[in-house]
């Protein structure tokens, strides 16, 4: 890692598989010893979806947060997301979002790291409760309009 390196962690959730869902991701700026990093929390949900749509918004959202020519390294517990984009693992399905994705990658230079989750990484950790506070607003919302 050096410090001009973005780091960018992300995680998704969905409660069903399909279901409710939402995604998180906490960025952190390169910094310097005067101009210490500020962290940046980006966050959704969406009413019907999956779990690996929400760990690929994750990522894609947080990307759009980062100025074009960043170097961005991505911490992510999604095999899915990390080895499809290290591995070359098939793209099936999400063809929306692997385009955007790759638009996105196109315009930065990306680091893709994978972290084991619930394994007490605090970054990941927190992630994972942003996303699944995103999942309960969801439900509240729709208990509110019924």
Same mark, same amino acid.
């Given at each position: 890692?050096?410090?001009?390196?973005?780091?960018?962690?992300?995680?998704?959730a969905?409660?069903?598989?399909?279901?409710?869902?939402?995604?998180?991701?906490?960025?952190?700026?390169?910094?310097?010893?005067?101009?210490?990093?500020?962290?940046?929390?980006?966050?959704?949900?969406?009413?019907?979806?999956?779990?690996?749509?929400m760990?690929?918004k994750?990522?894609?959202?947080g990307?759009? !947060?980062t100025?074009?020519? !960043?170097?961005?390294?991505?911490?992510?517990?999604?095999?899915?997301?990390?080895?499809?984009?290290?591995?070359?693992?098939?793209?099936?399905?999400?063809?929306?979002?692997? !385009?955007?994705?790759?638009?996105?990658?196109?315009?930065?230079?990306?680091?893709?790291?994978?972290?084991?989750?619930? !394994?007490?990484?605090?970054?990941?950790?927190?992630?994972?409760?942003?996303?699944?506070?995103?999942?309960?607003?969801?439900?509240?919302?729709?208990?509110?309009?019924?």
């Amino acid at each position: 890692m050096t410090n001009a390196e973005w780091l960018l962690y992300t995680d998704g959730a969905c409660s069903g598989n399909p279901g409710p869902g939402g995604y998180a991701a906490i960025l952190v700026p390169p910094s310097s010893p005067l101009f210490p990093a500020e962290e940046q929390v980006v966050s959704g949900y969406e009413a019907r979806t999956t779990n690996n749509r929400m760990e690929l918004k994750a990522v894609i959202e947080g990307l759009k !947060a980062t100025p074009e020519g !960043a170097t961005v390294r991505i911490a992510s517990d999604s095999q899915y997301v990390v080895y499809t984009m290290t591995r070359r693992w098939k793209r099936n399905v999400n063809q929306d979002l692997w !385009a955007e994705l790759d638009g996105l990658r196109l315009a930065r230079r990306l680091h893709w790291q994978y972290v084991r989750g619930h !394994a007490g990484h605090t970054y990941n950790e927190r992630c994972d409760r942003l996303a699944i506070a995103e999942i309960s607003k969801l439900k509240q919302q729709s208990r509110a309009t019924e």
